[in-house]
DNA sequence: GCCAACGTTGGC
DNA sequence: GCCAACGTTGGC
């Protein structure tokens, strides 16, 4: 089965590129998701080996740099714990409602690539994340998106 | 099954 | 801070 591609979202406020480099294994459990589709890409799609564009949103919307999906989809242990924030009580662990995949930190790019620098690009025109209104936090890209989005992340700035 | 109300996301 | 777009909920 061939590698695939996704960008994921976070706010840098709540969980930055950064603070993924500076995790001991530099690996993180990406949890907390609570949408249907984006579940869906977590629980059924995403295989280990798979590759990722880290995207910061709100605060300077960019994608900022790459990771590795080390752990293919497993239930979100937050979605079944009650003191966390992202408890849902219809999850458990015999019917897990939620998923998450396990990634790893590859690099950050020497320039983040703005989504406004995106929006000019024609061979990115067919991403989702330029859909106006686009809210989806976990969204497959194509190889070829995430080779001209890495390119521009490692040109001078 | 419809749809209005609501809460959230996220660019600007 | 604003607000458009969207997903979810719940009354009917």
């Known amino acids: 089965m061939a590698r695939k591609y996704w960008l994921l979202k976070s706010e ?10 500076g995790e001991p294994d530099q690996t993180t459990c990406w949890s907390g998701v609570r949408n249907f589709q984006a579940r869906n ?10 590759m990722a564009l880290f995207y910061h949103s709100v605060t ?24 966390d924030s992202h408890f849902d009580p219809r999850s458990t662990p015999a019917k ?21 620098a995106m929006r ?3 061979a990115l025109s067919g991403m989702e994340l330029l859909r106006k209104g686009s809210r989806l936090s976990v969204t ?10 890495c390119r521009m992340g490692e040109a001078e700035g």
Not at 60 to 80: C, F, K, N, W, Y
Not at 96 to 116: C, G, Q, S
Not at 140 to 149: H, M, S
């Open 12 to 21: 840098p406020g709540c969980y930055s590129i950064d603070d993924l480099a």
């Open 41 to 50: 890409f977590l629980r059924d799609e995403m295989a280990l080996g798979d």
């Open 60 to 83: 300077e919307p960019s994608a900022v740099g790459t990771v590795r999906i080390v752990r293919a989809g497993h239930p979100d242990e937050t979605a079944l714990d009650p003191g």
């Open 96 to 116: 897990p409602l939620w998923f998450a995949v396990d990634v790893r930190f590859v690099r950050k790019f020497a320039t983040p690539v703005p989504l406004r």
């Open 120 to 122: 000019v690009v024609p």
């Open 140 to 149: 497959p890209v194509t190889k070829a998106e995430f080779d001209v989005i």
